[in-house]
């Protein structure tokens, strides 16, 4: 189904917890809500399943006004945070609960209760009470409860955030591909940024209830709208480094200290609202690489940390910690002066 | 050198044994001692009360209490009166719990206001209703009569004791169940509900598949205590109707018949007998009540 927001805002006693937000999800689409605690996702989320109803602006599904339409008369499958199994029912109960409510057929509920209980791999469990299942397998019927009645959206609260590291990385693929399988438009609230890049076709990060970037999470990795998503997504975050760009000669700079360090820019500025004087610089660690001479920087090893495939090394440069992540293939010294080369930089406004 | 009873000390159930001791004690002197002895009593044929020698021994006794046509009487009216006090002083405390529990302004004074009843003494609330209830001078009539109607005599109507009892053990017993199934709601959490809109329950069927099962430890907590509480009535009728058993013994309960053998009729061993008998309605009661509501093991 496909689920468009116009000009969509909450407002909560002293805080808008969402601003003005338009997006368009297309069908069969898996979506990630992204953005730090307090960022409006989870709001934005409530008001697409109907638990909330947008202070001002509409909600479209499939082309059609749902504003007034309650939540339990909108067919969306969700999945809490916290799983919300009902602790009376057993597993299967719990699976049949929306037929139920639908006034199913009893033979016909059990049929494709048991269906979805076979897809989630959690039919041996069928008769278990919630209190008697562990955080994956509660889960797994959580999930199971939502696609039972075959719902054209599937929403999730942060379904993984219970769980340990393993077992949230086998699940997010799990439901990844139940999604391609079911062909289902789904939007997944996360704040593990990592979860959301790897598992979606598009995302939209939020910060304060505003909608920051909507796009691929390639393009909003390589291409960040503003220093907030350019910050917001890598780990180690992108550096950032106060510049300064002079328009009569189109030439970068960075400025620290009093001092000015020419920056090559090759690429022509394609971002609207061209920067004009002070800027920030921003580099991923990775696009910072140690050369043996004539580097566009030069700076002093303040610390090494060594990781399992790579080593991050903060540099100081003219006063500024910035961090290259770097391969094993050289031994570097604390106190040692080096020089950088800078694959790729991004420029915003400051 | 360790003294043995230090070691005792240390001993987590035996300390656990020392400070549940005193409460023991008193339940035991006050509570558990008077059931055996006034079941061993109910067996007393021949006795001296005041010297506590005992002649003779039988089953005399329940045999009187069960064929007095005054405690077939006062069974039944007891019965009738619990079969409704209980039932419905819950409904009714559910039905405001529900209502205070959802969004409503005042919540705090409404939950204060409903509570009082029951912080209240029996014997002064029975005599506000007595006057209330007054045939002549009473607010309920003096209501009836701007309504345009006619005059009831509640109290000398021998028809209007069992369900004025039970509307004023509703009404006294309302604050308190209020306050237990308000805690019971406030305990559920809001995810269920939220997960059952999801699920396409509406309002109805969200309060029959959600809020009742998850209130049920506090509905069976109050069902036992409410008919446990109601088959001990007896202030509200002393009081109320002057110390009779109201018109006709239309008021004549299991405790007031009890009452009435021991300290009117000084029949010790008879009073005795029935209060056994009581004992053992309540009791039947509430296993029954265990078993209806203990959670079942699900067969295949």
């Known amino acids: 189904m496909n689920i468009k927001l116009e000009n969509v805002s909450k407002q909560f006693k002293n805080v808008l ?12 689409e898996l979506i990630c809500l992204l ?5 409006g996702k989870s709001t934005t989320l409530s008001m697409i399943a109907g638990l909330e109803k947008p202070s001002e602006g509409a909600i479209h599904f499939d082309g059609e006004n749902v504003n007034e339409v309650e939540a339990e008369h909108r067919d969306i499958g969700m999945v809490f945070q ?9 597993v299967l109960e719990n699976i049949m609960f929306p037929l139920k409510m639908r006034k199913y057929k009893k033979s016909v509920m059990i049929e494709k209760a048991l269906k979805v209980a076979e897809l989630m791999q959690i039919i041996e469990l069928k008769n278990r009470k919630p209190s008697q299942l562990s955080g994956g397998q509660q889960q797994r019927v959580a999930i199971g409860r939502a696609l039972v009645k075959e719902p054209k959206i599937l929403l999730l609260d942060e379904p993984l955030s219970n769980l340990d590291a393993r077992l949230r990385i086998e699940l997010r693929d799990e439901i990844r591909n139940l999604q391609r399988k079911l062909k289902i438009t789904t939007i997944f609230v996360t704040h593990d940024q990592e979860e959301a890049m790897s598992i979606s076709d598009k995302i939209l990060l939020m910060n304060k209830g ?17 220093q907030f998503v350019a910050g917001f997504l890598g780990n180690p975050p992108m550096n950032f480094l106060p510049g300064y760009y002079d328009v009569a000669v189109k030439q970068l700079y960075m400025q620290e200290n009093g001092e000015s360090v020419l920056i090559p820019w090759d690429k022509p500025q394609t971002m609207v609202g061209l920067p004009k004087g002070e800027v920030i610089i921003g580099i991923r660690p990775e696009d910072l690489y140690i050369v043996q001479e004539r580097g566009v ?8 940390q060594t990781l399992g495939k790579e080593i991050y090394i903060r540099i100081d440069i003219c006063g500024v910690l910035v961090t290259a992540c770097v391969s094993w293939d050289h031994t570097y010294h604390v106190k040692e002066r080096v020089h950088l080369g800078i694959k790729k930089i991004h420029v915003f406004a400051r | 050198m360790r003294i043995p009873v230090k070691k005792y000390f240390k001993n987590d159930n035996f300390r656990a044994f020392l400070y549940l001791l005193p409460a023991l004690l008193i339940i035991g002197t006050f509570q558990f001692y008077p059931i055996f002895k006034s079941f061993a009593m109910g067996f007393y044929t021949k006795f001296d009360y005041l010297t506590d020698t005992v002649y003779e021994v039988g089953f005399d ?17 007891t019965c009738i009166f619990v079969f409704f006090a209980a039932p419905l002083g819950i409904l009714i405390a559910l039905i405001f719990a529900v209502i205070l529990n959802s969004n409503i302004h005042f919540k705090k004074l409404f939950r204060s206001v409903y509570f009082v009843p029951f912080v209240t003494s029996t014997v002064s609330i029975s005599i506000v209703w007595s006057w209330i209830l007054n045939k002549d001078y009473g607010l309920a009539n003096a209501f009836l009569k701007i309504m345009g109607m006619n005059k009831i005599a509640w109290l000398t109507d021998s028809n209007m004791t069992i369900p004025i009892l039970i509307a004023l053990s509703i009404w006294k017993g309302l604050g308190y169940k209020i306050i237990i199934l308000l805690a019971g709601l406030q305990g559920i959490d809001q995810q269920y509900y939220f997960a059952a809109r999801m699920d396409g329950a509406r309002k109805h069927q969200r309060f029959w598949s959600i809020t009742i099962p998850l209130l049920k430890p506090s509905l069976v907590f109050l069902s036992i205590t409410s008919i446990i509480g109601a088959f001990k009535i007896f202030d509200e009728v002393y009081i109320m109707y002057s110390q009779q058993p109201g018109p006709l013994k239309s008021g004549l309960t299991i405790v007031y018949y009890i009452f009435n053998k021991f300290y009117r009729h000084w029949e010790f061993a008879t009073a005795s007998a029935a209060a056994f008998i009581l004992f053992l309605v309540i009791l039947m009661f509430t296993v029954l009540q265990f078993a209806f509501t203990s959670p079942k093991e699900k067969e295949e």
């Open chain 2, 61 to 77: 006794n329940f045999i009187y209490v069960l064929k007095d046509p005054d405690f077939i009487l006062a069974m039944k009216n």
């Open chain 1, 210 to 226: 505003i909608s920051q970037q909507y796009s691929s999470p390639k393009e909003m990795y390589r291409e960040p709208n503003n």
């Open chain 1, 297 to 304: 920087l030069m700076g002093e090893i303040k610390s090494i």
């Open chain 1, 17 to 28: 917890a969402v601003d003005h937000l338009n997006i368009e999800i297309s069908d069969g």
């Open chain 1, 82 to 90: 916290n799983y919300a199994l009902y602790p009376h029912m057993t």
């Open chain 1, 35 to 39: 953005g730090p605690s307090g960022c």
